[in-house]
Protein backbone atom coordinates (compact mmCIF):
# COMPACT_ATOMS: atom_id res chain seq x y z
CA UNK A 1 0.00 0.00 0.00
CA UNK A 2 1.33 3.56 -0.73
CA UNK A 3 0.29 6.91 0.52
CA UNK A 4 -0.62 10.40 -1.23
CA UNK A 5 -1.43 13.58 -0.89
CA UNK A 6 -2.77 16.10 -3.51
CA UNK A 7 -0.35 19.08 -2.80
CA UNK A 8 2.92 19.05 -5.08
CA UNK A 9 1.32 17.73 -7.65
CA UNK A 10 -0.66 18.74 -10.96
CA UNK A 11 -3.76 16.20 -12.73
CA UNK A 12 -1.05 14.52 -15.18
CA UNK A 13 1.37 14.16 -12.64
CA UNK A 14 -0.33 12.52 -9.76
CA UNK A 15 -1.77 9.98 -12.50
CA UNK A 16 1.46 9.16 -13.23
CA UNK A 17 2.47 8.28 -9.74
CA UNK A 18 0.02 6.53 -9.75
CA UNK A 19 0.70 4.83 -11.96
CA UNK A 20 4.36 4.20 -11.77
CA UNK A 21 3.23 2.57 -8.31
CA UNK A 22 1.37 0.25 -9.95
CA UNK A 23 -1.90 1.69 -8.08
CA UNK A 24 -5.07 0.08 -8.94
CA UNK A 25 -7.18 1.59 -5.92
CA UNK A 26 -7.37 4.77 -4.62
CA UNK A 27 -8.86 5.24 -0.99
CA UNK A 28 -10.01 8.66 -0.37
CA UNK A 29 -9.52 9.51 3.20
CA UNK A 30 -10.97 13.04 3.39
CA UNK A 31 -13.99 14.54 4.62
CA UNK A 32 -14.37 17.06 2.06
CA UNK A 33 -13.41 15.96 -1.19
CA UNK A 34 -12.73 19.77 -2.23
CA UNK A 35 -9.48 21.17 -2.37
CA UNK A 36 -9.21 25.32 -2.89
CA UNK A 37 -7.62 26.89 -5.80
CA UNK A 38 -7.55 26.46 -9.14
CA UNK A 39 -4.26 24.72 -9.49
CA UNK A 40 -5.97 21.84 -7.49
CA UNK A 41 -9.42 22.16 -9.33
CA UNK A 42 -8.53 18.22 -10.80
CA UNK A 43 -8.83 16.67 -6.82
CA UNK A 44 -11.95 17.65 -6.69
CA UNK A 45 -14.09 14.54 -6.30
CA UNK A 46 -16.32 14.29 -9.50
CA UNK A 47 -12.87 15.23 -11.64
CA UNK A 48 -10.65 12.52 -9.71
CA UNK A 49 -13.22 10.03 -10.11
CA UNK A 50 -13.44 10.32 -13.82
CA UNK A 51 -9.84 10.75 -14.22
CA UNK A 52 -9.31 7.60 -12.05
CA UNK A 53 -11.93 5.87 -14.21
CA UNK A 54 -9.82 6.81 -17.45
CA UNK A 55 -6.82 5.36 -15.82
CA UNK A 56 -8.34 2.00 -14.80
CA UNK A 57 -7.96 2.80 -10.97
CA UNK A 58 -10.94 2.00 -8.82
CA UNK A 59 -11.97 4.73 -6.20
CA UNK A 60 -13.55 4.41 -2.74
CA UNK A 61 -14.18 7.36 -0.74
CA UNK A 62 -13.90 5.88 3.05
CA UNK A 63 -15.36 8.67 5.42
CA UNK A 64 -15.43 6.62 8.45
CA UNK A 65 -11.62 7.50 8.20
CA UNK A 66 -11.86 11.28 7.44
CA UNK A 67 -11.34 13.25 10.48
CA UNK A 68 -14.65 15.25 12.02
CA UNK A 69 -14.50 19.08 11.02
CA UNK A 70 -14.09 19.55 14.87
CA UNK A 71 -10.56 17.52 14.89
CA UNK A 72 -9.49 19.52 12.02
CA UNK A 73 -10.03 22.92 13.64
CA UNK A 74 -7.96 21.66 15.88
CA UNK A 75 -5.16 20.89 14.06
CA UNK A 76 -5.60 24.34 12.26
CA UNK A 77 -5.05 26.04 15.59
CA UNK A 78 -2.39 24.23 16.58
CA UNK A 79 -1.27 25.31 13.19
CA UNK A 80 -1.65 29.11 13.71
CA UNK A 81 0.21 28.67 17.42
CA UNK A 82 3.01 27.21 15.29
CA UNK A 83 3.08 30.13 12.46
CA UNK A 84 2.40 27.59 9.68
CA UNK A 85 -0.51 26.98 6.66
CA UNK A 86 -2.12 23.98 6.10
CA UNK A 87 0.11 23.18 2.99
CA UNK A 88 3.46 23.88 4.97
CA UNK A 89 2.68 22.01 8.11
CA UNK A 90 5.10 19.30 8.68
CA UNK A 91 3.87 17.23 11.57
CA UNK A 92 0.24 16.63 13.28
CA UNK A 93 -0.24 18.11 16.58
CA UNK A 94 -0.01 16.27 19.61
CA UNK A 95 -3.15 16.59 21.14
CA UNK A 96 -4.85 15.81 17.37
CA UNK A 97 -2.87 12.83 16.68
CA UNK A 98 -4.12 11.29 20.04
CA UNK A 99 -8.08 12.11 19.68
CA UNK A 100 -7.65 11.08 15.96
CA UNK A 101 -6.74 7.51 17.45
CA UNK A 102 -9.07 7.22 19.98
CA UNK A 103 -12.29 9.09 18.03
CA UNK A 104 -11.56 7.85 15.21
CA UNK A 105 -8.94 5.22 14.44
CA UNK A 106 -9.31 2.95 17.40
CA UNK A 107 -13.69 2.66 16.50
CA UNK A 108 -12.39 1.84 12.99
CA UNK A 109 -12.34 -1.71 11.27
CA UNK A 110 -9.37 -1.79 9.07
CA UNK A 111 -10.17 -5.30 8.10
CA UNK A 112 -12.33 -5.15 5.37
CA UNK A 113 -9.82 -2.31 3.98
CA UNK A 114 -7.16 -5.08 3.85
CA UNK A 115 -9.06 -7.52 2.63
CA UNK A 116 -10.34 -5.78 -0.31
CA UNK A 117 -6.59 -5.05 -1.07
CA UNK A 118 -6.25 -5.69 -4.52
CA UNK A 119 -4.51 -9.39 -5.28
CA UNK A 120 -2.14 -7.34 -7.85
CA UNK A 121 -0.74 -3.93 -7.55
CA UNK A 122 -1.12 -1.62 -5.10
CA UNK A 123 -3.78 0.55 -3.13
CA UNK A 124 -3.31 4.15 -1.89
CA UNK A 125 -4.46 6.58 0.79
CA UNK A 126 -5.38 9.36 -0.72
CA UNK A 127 -5.64 12.98 1.74
CA UNK A 128 -4.45 16.60 0.63
CA UNK A 129 -1.28 17.35 2.46
CA UNK A 130 2.39 16.89 0.44
CA UNK A 131 4.20 15.00 3.50
CA UNK A 132 2.40 11.99 5.15
CA UNK A 133 3.31 12.72 8.45
CA UNK A 134 1.76 15.81 8.24
CA UNK A 135 -1.79 14.14 7.57
CA UNK A 136 -3.83 11.68 9.41
CA UNK A 137 -3.39 9.07 6.31
CA UNK A 138 0.40 8.52 7.87
CA UNK A 139 -1.95 7.59 11.13
CA UNK A 140 -4.36 4.69 8.80
CA UNK A 141 -1.07 3.81 7.57
CA UNK A 142 0.62 3.24 11.14
CA UNK A 143 -2.04 1.21 12.14
CA UNK A 144 -2.56 -1.00 9.04
CA UNK A 145 1.32 -1.99 9.60
CA UNK A 146 1.04 -2.93 13.35
CA UNK A 147 -2.12 -4.95 13.19
CA UNK A 148 -2.01 -6.17 9.85
CA UNK A 149 1.45 -6.35 8.57
CA UNK A 150 0.71 -4.17 5.55
CA UNK A 151 3.89 -2.21 3.77
CA UNK A 152 3.27 1.18 3.40
CA UNK A 153 5.08 3.51 0.86
CA UNK A 154 4.20 7.39 0.76
CA UNK A 155 4.48 8.70 -2.50
CA UNK A 156 5.71 12.41 -2.88
CA UNK A 157 5.94 14.74 -6.49
CA UNK A 158 9.09 13.63 -8.14
CA UNK A 159 11.39 16.40 -8.24
CA UNK A 160 11.95 18.63 -10.94
CA UNK A 161 15.33 17.57 -12.83
CA UNK A 162 17.27 21.14 -14.43
CA UNK A 163 18.84 20.24 -17.12
CA UNK A 164 21.51 23.14 -18.27
CA UNK A 165 20.94 24.37 -21.44
CA UNK A 166 24.46 23.64 -23.94
CA UNK A 167 23.74 26.53 -25.61
CA UNK A 168 24.03 28.90 -23.05
Known sequence: MVTIGVYGFGGESFLQRLRHAD????????QRRGVRGPEYAW???????????????????????APTTELRRLQ???????GVGKRSRRELAAEYTRRYTTEILDRADLTPIVSALPSTGTAALLCVEL???A???SLIAQRLTERHGVTIEH???????QIDDPGE
Open 135 to 137: CHR
Open 23 to 30: VHLLLDVR
Open 155 to 161: LRPRPCV
Open 131 to 133: DAE
Open 43 to 65: ANSLRLQAALAHARIAYEHRPEL
Open 76 to 82: YAEDDLQ
